[in-house]
């Protein structure tokens, strides 16, 4: 009875907020980040799934069509019609738009402005560069650039040849068994290099040039077109000239690619959080790629070549997929969370059921496994693996694909028993191996070991659900003896400290951060230790005003510019925010997670660098500018860490924690994918009040509310027509509020707390 006082039912309160449920931001289609170029350059980055532009003003840009390299070093100088001065065009650029379909670069000289639109259909493997100027006079634009028609590395084709096609008023780019074939065609060119063998200048390699004419107003510019192919059933130069002829049909497809997504949409009081996540998800989508020999999957990132054929990391790692595959979970793109996986079991070994690490985008013509060191050296990808795949049957309630490939879960789980040394409990890491540190190689890892206690765990929970209890059973005890070996493993109780791992001489590894946050992940510290260490992470020596540190300052390992040892990654950033979240350090938890946010805006709009310096915010020396796990981990993080979202489909349950910034009163969620229905919902937020209205397009749903920390006594519930209470807390840190939905319709409910004296 005293349970039944505090309730009321308020049908009158569901429909202020409810309003605005129905209405979420513009498509992804219509983002446009406008940014002034850097005296270090800006990253132009422009991605269909089949080909992608990049690079810096210096040297310049890269052209792909995968896996081909067709141009590098591309740039332009301008001559005004008339005059005989030459103006170099990287000196001039002052500017740069970045759509999820297009990049333009804005050029200022004396008497002109030039804008360079760089533009990738979908599917095809091609792009265009286009040139349109304002000014009073025409202008002759000399493009620079070397041919490559090159694999990408460690492929390598010999014998290339560059032609001239007077015909077509293009280059064409070929090798003598002609597999490999390239195609450049601009109708406004008006001069070009002489290609011809002679005893000078015939290196293949080497800086060409051609002139195109641009006027201005509607109608004068110039466009060249890039277009390469490595099967026989395309042609390049048919290829090039289609999308010039029918550019504006690929423009539209284009838009249609990110307008049709269907993914959640979050809308906080903070735009520029808001920018960040919309961009995050156009990342995500852009990193889809499709291989003519391969198939299609996510890439790890783009960045310039430095010269060697490897734009990194735009290869397919298992492991950045995985990290991908959880940010497409929490936005809703099942489908594609599903393809990827599909895609990473494709290729798994098929003798040990080791789950690969990276494939190179040349590995069709290449015997990659064997031939090359490089495909199974992670042994740490194959346990982050079942924990993936388990998240994705819980979330989608797919397990059907779970019993579809339960032969593959089953090989991944027994390669990881297999590197259980016999009559030991955890595993270590076979020479010649590496775990999760790559700088370091260790016979074994605390990472490592405890994510053998969630892969056991993992395969506990898809074995119980495909029909194999007896497999569920050993495993989840594997699992109970492998997190009872941890501590007497890595924790010195003399020193009391706790040990990142071992090298092979049985030398204690110290100092990474990483380790210290996955002990957060799988609470293994006592309360005094959970606490010490929380109050460390958010000290100076860890934490930079951009992220955490992977080594604290005050180490003597300490170096700001290191890879692994200070720097400041974006994604042990996202997962230091999680397990502070995790820990109930909720404030420390946003704070951090919002110190991400800059990162979109560092160097290309709308893109996350890998990797900062520990120092200063500007990149590591090896960082790459778009690494997709960076955008990945931080999109994961807003969702399951300050919003606190998570999904079981098979309960039609939806829990909601969330975590928020002091100064933010609402949240709105569109697009929430449960279950087959859509979800929208609204979180209102005054002094003692939390308010949370919910759509809800299907079935009856359950809805789990776990109140922000507070100290308040909860006074009394309100809920909408049709909602009903199934549990309720006496305080805001005693349990959740658990209430069922009705189908179809508005949910309302109002939580009432007291604050203490």
Known sequence: MRLLHRVLIAIGL????????????????????????????????????????????????????????????????????????????????????????????????????????????????????????EGSRPLIITVHFTPSLNLMWPGAVGGQEIHWDSTHSAYTLDEPSHRFRGAIVSPQIVAHEQTQNNRRDSEFERSMSFVVRAAPGEGGAATIAFAGASTADEVPLSIARSLLAKRGDYETRALGRYAGLHVIDIST?????????????????????????????????????????????????????????????????????????????????KRTGAIWHELSQSAGFLDWEHAYPYMFVHVDISFDFLNTLRDYVETTGDVAFAKAHWASIRAAYGYCRSSIPAGRTLPEIPAGQQGRDEQDPQRDELTLSLASVAASQSFASLARVTGHEAMADTARRASIAAREAIRPAYYDARTRQWASGHLRSGTAVKGLTSSLIALLHERLLTEPEQRELLNALVSPPYRAPWGIRSTPSDSPLYDPDSYARGSVWAIGTADATMALYEAGDWSAATALWRDLVPWFELDSPGHMHEVLNGDAFVPERESVPDQSW?????????????????????????????????EWDTVRVWHIALAGAEVNLALHRSRNILQLDVENSGPAMTIVLSPPPATGQVNRVELGSGVRLMSMPTSSRDGDLVVMCPSRGGCHLSLHLAAAP
């Open 630 to 662: 960076s955008s990945a981990a931080f999109l994961s993080s807003a969702v399951r860490g300050m919003l606190g979202l998570q999904l079981d489909a098979a309960k039609r349950q939806l829990r909601i924690a969330p975590r928020l910034p002091a």
């Open 269 to 349: 009081p903070d735009t520029n959080v808001n920018r960040a996540l919309r961009w995050a998800q156009v990342t995500l989508e852009q990193a889809w790629a499709c291989n003519p020999q391969l198939g299609c999957g996510l890439l790890a990132g783009y960045g310039p070549s430095r010269g060697a054929r490897r734009p990194q990391y735009a290869w397919f790692f298992a492991g950045d997929g995985l990290v991908a595959v959880d940010a497409l979970m929490r936005e809703g793109a099942y489908a594609r969370a599903r393809d990827e996986l599909a895609f990473i079991m494709r290729y798994q070994n």
């Open 14 to 133: 569901v429909a202020p907020l409810c309003r605005g449920l129905a209405q979420s931001s513009p498509s992804l289609a219509e983002l446009r980040w406008v940014a002034a170029e850097t005296k270090m350059g800006r990253f132009v980055i422009v991605l269909g799934e089949r080909a992608f532009v990049g690079g810096y003003g210096t040297p310049g840009l890269e052209v792909w069509t995968y896996p081909l390299q067709l141009v590098r070093h591309y740039w332009v100088s301008f001559q005004v019609d008339g005059d005989t001065a030459e103006f170099d065009g990287r000196a001039l650029l002052c500017g740069i738009e970045q759509t999820p379909t297009a990049t333009t670069r804005t050029y200022e000289g004396r008497g002109f402005t030039v804008r360079e639109r760089v533009f990738v259909p979908v599917d095809l493997p091609a792009a265009t560069i286009s040139y349109a100027i």
